[in-house]
């Protein structure tokens, strides 16, 4: 990544901070975005950076049960949750699945459709947000053509369009998505790339492994019959392997922090994580296709 310059920074804002989750063979897949003020976004920086403690980064994929990394992703969790509750910060989440009616199509190029969904990510996000200008700083290696994608949110207008608004008369007067900069970051380098990556993390695996990840959770709870013992969830006291208890303990971390904030998060009903208010300040959104003309893209077609 080449590093930012000062006056880069300056020129906008307001920033998001994304990262995606799963390779191309992957049944779900997402991308998380971390979005606020540049001064609340510094501050959640430094929050961060003290919650590592003995490990360098966190990744969701580098969860495998090493204690110190767990515990600084469930401190990454419930820092994020506080800034968020306290409408300092957003966190966005959305998912897709690729066997759907708008993924199953023969020839579907995966990278085009990344950029079209994290362009729809952004703009919903932007909209929340309201009229302000913009930096983006998705995790690098994704193949997106970011020249591109620019454009097309250059092109987008910051409030919906409705069709009964006569301003739709007058579409190229009204105020269109300000978006200065995009930069891919070293995630390894990046405290908010890193909460982005267990944000979206945590959502595909929940609905990877929806049933076993509400049991574990409600198996722990009882076990630990309100000891508030918080990092007794790593210990390998279950079936499961490692790697998937430190994930069972990070979400179950993010529903224990998210519930006295009042965050909205439901794990139940859908049977993975899932936001009924989209509104709200953490948003996990399962995409569904839209009407049956809502298609990925194919190859050869942006």
Same mark, same amino acid.
């Given at each position: 990544?080449? %590093? ?15 990262? @995606?989750?799963? #390779? ?45 990394? #767990? ?6 969790? @419930? ?41 729809? =990510? ?44 006569? =301003?739709?008369?007058? *579409? ?12 891919? #970051?070293?995630?390894?380098?990046? #405290? ?29 709870? *009882? ?6 013992? =918080? ?28 519930? %006295? ?42």
């Amino acid at each position: 990544m080449t %590093p930012l310059t000062q006056a880069a920074v300056s020129n906008y804002s307001h920033a998001a901070y994304g990262d @995606e989750s799963g #390779t191309h063979s992957d049944l779900y897949q997402g991308i998380g975005l971390v979005s606020g003020s540049e001064k609340n976004l510094e501050s959640l920086r430094g929050e961060l950076a003290r919650c590592l403690g003995d490990t360098s980064h966190v990744e969701w994929k580098e969860l495998t049960g090493h204690a110190p990394k #767990t515990k600084a992703a469930c401190a990454f969790v @419930e820092r994020s949750l506080h800034n968020a509750a306290a409408n300092r910060i957003r966190i966005d989440v959305l998912t897709w699945d690729l066997t759907d009616a708008r993924h199953a199509v023969p020839g579907r190029d995966d990278t085009a459709n990344l950029a079209r969904h994290y362009w729809r =990510l952004f703009v919903t996000v932007g909209r929340r947000w309201g009229n302000v200008s913009w930096g983006l700083f998705p995790d690098e290696g994704s193949g997106v053509n970011w020249k591109t994608l620019k454009y097309f949110v250059s092109q987008t207008a910051v409030q919906r369009r409705h069709d009964s608004d006569l =301003l739709t008369l007058f *579409e190229e007067h009204r105020s269109r998505f300000n978006l200065k900069h995009i930069h891919e #970051t070293n995630s390894e380098q990046c #405290t908010l790339t890193q909460l982005a990556d267990l944000f979206v993390g945590m959502a595909c695996f929940s609905r990877e492994h929806s049933g076993e990840t509400q049991q574990w959770i409600a198996d722990m709870r *009882e076990k630990q019959s309100g000891q508030g013992n =918080l990092f007794a969830d790593v210990a390998p006291e279950t079936n499961h392997s490692n790697p998937k208890k430190a994930k069972f303990a990070v979400i179950k971390r993010l529903k224990d922090c998210a519930a %006295p904030l009042k965050l909205g998060i439901n794990l139940s009903t859908k049977g993975y994580l899932w936001t009924p208010k989209p509104s709200n300040p953490v948003n996990f959104w399962p995409y569904e296709p839209q009407h049956e003309l809502d298609k990925a893209p194919v190859r050869n077609r942006w």
